[in-house]
């Protein structure tokens, strides 16, 4: 950690930014999603440093905010790793196989859902449907697109990702 970073891995740049973000819309009704949104972008999640900031700037309480961070599934107050992995648990998805699907990335990543590796590569989550059906079982990793998937599939999928 340098001295222009925080706990959290934030630079001044970073704090800077929030702050504008945060004055953009202190007397804008219904401003907390919008800047949760904005400083996401920001950080690339929403570190407990980061809430407690927009929490005084907008003068809305802790518990407000994690109620609204935890019930939207688009914010995250975890590091994403630079590849996304998004197992399917859809229903057409679930009853093919991609139950099995998540427990091989799991095993072979070392991580659970939510998480991300130590080298900040790869993070893993679970999500309701892609809108590919007909292809299910269906990952995404970050924009692309895999389906008809086994769980012996996963390790020639995390390779070419590796090799990026």
């Known amino acids: 950690m340098n001295e222009n970073e925080c706990c959290c891995g934030c630079t001044d740049v970073n704090s800077s930014k929030l702050t ?3 004055a953009k819309y202190v007397d ?4 907390l999603i919008p800047v949760l949104h904005e400083a996401q972008e920001v950080y690339g999640y929403l570190p407990e440093t980061v809430l407690k900031k927009i929490s ?6 802790m518990a407000e905010i994690y109620g609204v961070v935890t019930f ?12 996304k992995i998004n197992v399917c648990m859809g229903t057409a998805c679930y009853v093919k196989g991609s139950g099995d699907i998540l427990e091989a ?5 070392g991580i659970d859902v ?10 893993l989550d679970a999500c309701r449907c892609i809108g590919a059906c007909g292809l299910a079982p269906v990952i995404m990793i970050n924009d692309d697109v ?5 769980p012996e599939d996963v390790d020639g999928i995390l390779e070419k990702y590796e090799e990026l």
């Open 20 to 22: 504008e973000i945060i």
């Open 28 to 31: 804008t009704r219904g401003a």
């Open 114 to 123: 939510g998480q991300c590796t130590e080298d900040g590569k790869f993070s």
């Open 146 to 150: 895999h389906g008809r998937l086994l």
């Open 105 to 109: 990335f799991r095993k072979k990543l």
């Open 56 to 61: 005084d700037g907008l003068n809305v309480p």
């Open 72 to 83: 939207y599934t688009q914010f995250s107050l975890n590091p994403k790793g630079r590849f």
